[in-house]
């Protein structure tokens, strides 16, 4: 069976700080991990996704398949990193996506 | 392209009244899924469809849920009969090559928030 879990409902930090987003999977094959990001009023959209290893916005998110993890991390948070953040995983042989709860992010000014 | 669109936006009903929530896909995409969003649990996968033929349907809650997807352009997800605990904010998305791997992505519609009184 696929899961995510992400341990924090709301993570609040100040602008400038460094910000971590934790998302652990269970997961018995090879997995495809993402990160989706719904920001105030907009759509749920893609951030980034481990298997092309990109930088978005200033995030990245690295595999872990020791830890089964795949924590989004940025160095200096920005009041329009506040978003809700989801992340998300597939098994290589399907299609189906599925989410964590999501963390809301909220930086300070 | 207006990106996949879903309706209504809003719909407030009475608990044990039918509810049908609507979605058009983005042309050309052949994965359509639905979604639950509620602040305990996230978003919670329902159903998902492929070149209109449902794939996996685990994730429906149970019988009063329902979907279907008679075309390639349309898809509905039915309750009935509702009750105060399917409130939720329910989302529909869409892909080609079911949104995984380098180049998949996931399109989600605004959502229509629900409301069973």
């Known amino acids: 069976a696929q899961r995510v879990t992400q341990p924090e409902k709301l993570l609040s930090v100040f602008k400038g700080a460094p910000v971590e987003l934790k998302c652990n999977y269970s997961y018995s094959g090879s997995p495809e991990l993402f990160w989706y990001v719904q920001y105030s009023r907009q759509r749920l959209q893609l951030l980034l996704r481990h298997i092309s290893r990109e930088s978005i916005k200033g995030f990245t998110a690295d595999l872990n398949k020791g830890e089964t993890s795949f924590h989004l991390k940025k160095p200096f948070a920005q009041e329009e990193d506040s978003a809700m953040y989801y992340c998300a995983l597939s098994g290589l042989s399907g299609n189906k996506l599925v989410f964590g709860a999501g963390t809301i992010l909220r930086v300070k000014s | 392209d207006a990106g996949v669109i879903q309706s209504p936006r809003h719909e407030v009903t009475e608990m044990g009244q039918e509810v049908t929530l609507r979605c058009k896909p983005i042309?050309?995409?052949?994965?359509l899924f639905w979604y639950r969003q509620t602040m305990m649990r996230g978003l919670e996968l329902l159903i998902y469809f492929n070149n209109n033929v449902p794939i996996d349907d685990s994730g429906m809650p149970e019988d009063r849920f329902s979907a279907k997807m008679p075309n390639a352009s349309f898809s509905t997800l039915k309750i009935q009969p509702s009750e105060p605990r399917d409130s939720a904010v329910y989302f529909c998305?869409?892909?080609?090559?079911?949104?995984?791997?380098?180049?998949?992505?996931?399109?989600f519609g605004e959502g229509s928030r629900l409301t069973v009184l």
């Open positions: 042309s050309g995409h052949d994965y």
């Open positions: 998305a869409s892909s080609l090559f079911g949104g995984t791997g380098a180049t998949g992505e996931l399109f």
